[in-house]
């Protein structure tokens, strides 16, 4: 049994005065979270890379952070490109940082790969299938691997959509965001339902099945009735799967969002109530709920990996990837490595120039101890079932810890109705739902300054509803 600390404190590079402004707690896409990322030096990124278990499948993510128009709401790492110039440029780095990359690990199995952004559609169909051949060359992608393309549906042509078919590609997500013409003007991003419906056709003739919609409630000058329009026509479609995120307003870190008036922005209870009428429509026409926002048909994947138990949460949210491994490519991508997360730089010439000098272009990260893989595991149990059973994963882990902290919130998150217990499982109730990411914090040794100097965990509920 190894006798561990908690660690709670916070790293250097934190941006303060972000965590002041935004009391927003994660949305653990990854434990521990990105706050927690400081300096860490390139040999250790190289390191990891060497040590990954040789026989164990990996995925592989490739950031294409180049947009045609930048939409208003927009929260992602991209540059707008005027010219297919520096795209161009950029895919040679790429593919250079690919062969760097697989020199350290060897010709791994793949399981999954994801292409994000951005928008990798920017990409000319030619260019995509070089990058897809040059993976192939570098990877054994395995028979089963899903393959899965964010979609800017503005930038899609029928030959692109073909060369994904081509390649292997057998899921796309398409940002539609929202289907309401005003709304559409207030956040910079015009796309009509004929547009979505010829990038439906492209995607049935190339052979593309599972089909995802990403839409955003919390958007400007969003109401009920103009939500429930989306999704509405969201269910016409019959995606398989939906992901129905909070817009996050921070303009403080993403300037251009300043064009968003705030007054035109829905406050909390309209955004709960927004999130709350489109999942219950979601539900009522077939659509099951799954963790924090997404919803899926019955035969999709993901539904698949709930059922047994299999259910992932990653970057993109959640997943039913089962490798353990995810090596990111690309300026300002994340790898999940067993040794612990490790981030490109943001910077395109920094990127660029360790990639040439045949260096790591990992700046920042944070190395994982056998305490933080615990966590993570309590709270993906709540982050995807919704229960967790501390002692149980502790028994599991071999390690001693400590959870007097834990139960007492548990124990007050229980008497406020918000989650109940049966022998020593504790499940989070209907009440207590949209305080998801508050009852995942009670495990968060990290937590934002503002909620760590208030460790009362039902203030952090009132302040943290999902909406
Ligand atoms: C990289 S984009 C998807 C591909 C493509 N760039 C597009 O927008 O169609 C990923 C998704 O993140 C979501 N997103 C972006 N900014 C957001 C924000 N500020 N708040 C919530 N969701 C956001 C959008 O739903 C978007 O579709
Ligand atoms: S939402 Fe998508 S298309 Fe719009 S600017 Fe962001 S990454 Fe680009």
Known sequence: MTALRKNREF??????????????????????????????????????????????????????????????????????????????????????????????????????????????????????????????????????????????????????????????????????????????????????????????????????????????????????????????????????????????????????????????????????????QARKTLVDCGYQAIGLDHFALPGDSLIEALDDGLLRRNFQGYTADKADTLIGFGASAISSLPGGYAQNSTDMRVYRQSIEAGESPVVRGVAVSPQDILVRQLISDLMCYQQVDPEARLRESGLSYDFTREFRALADLTRAGYMDRKDSMYRITEAGRPYLRAICSVFDNYLPANFEENPDILYRCLHESEG
């Open 11 to 276: 790293t250097a590079d934190k941006p303060r005065d972000t965590a002041a402004r935004s009391p927003r707690l994660p949305r653990y896409t990854s434990y521990p979270t990105a706050l927690q990322f400081g300096p860490l030096a390139g040999q250790d990124h190289v390191a990891w890379l060497r040590a990954l278990p040789a026989d164990e499948p990996v995925s592989l993510y490739f950031h294409i952070p180049f947009c045609d128009q930048l939409c208003w709401f927009c929260g992602c790492y991209t540059h707008i490109a005027n010219q297919y110039d520096p795209v161009s440029r950029y895919l040679e780095t790429l593919l250079a940082e690919l062969a760097l990359t697989s020199s350290l690990t060897g010709r791994k199995k793949v399981s999954h790969i994801h292409f994000g952004g951005g928008s990798p559609t920017i990409l000319e169909a030619g260019d995509f299938e070089r990058l897809m051949n040059a993976v192939r060359e570098a990877y054994e992608i395995l028979p089963e691997a899903e393959i899965a393309v964010e979609v800017d549906p503005r930038t899609l042509s029928r030959e692109k959509v073909a060369a994904y078919g081509r390649s292997g590609v057998n899921r796309v997500s398409m940002g539609i965001q929202d289907f309401d013409d005003k709304v559409q003007k207030t956040i910079n991003r015009i796309q009509t339902a004929g547009l979505i419906e010829d990038c439906l056709r492209w995607f049935r003739t190339a052979g593309i099945e599972d089909i995802n919609f990403d839409l955003i409630y919390g958007l400007p000058n969003q109401t009920q009735e103009t939500i429930r329009e989306t999704v509405l026509q969201t269910v016409f479609y019959r995606p398989s799967r939906i992901a129905l995120f909070g817009y996050a307003h921070v303009p403080w870190m993403k300037k251009h969002q300043a064009m968003i008036s705030a007054e035109t922005l829905p406050g909390q209870i309209q955004r709960q109530a927004m999130f709350d």
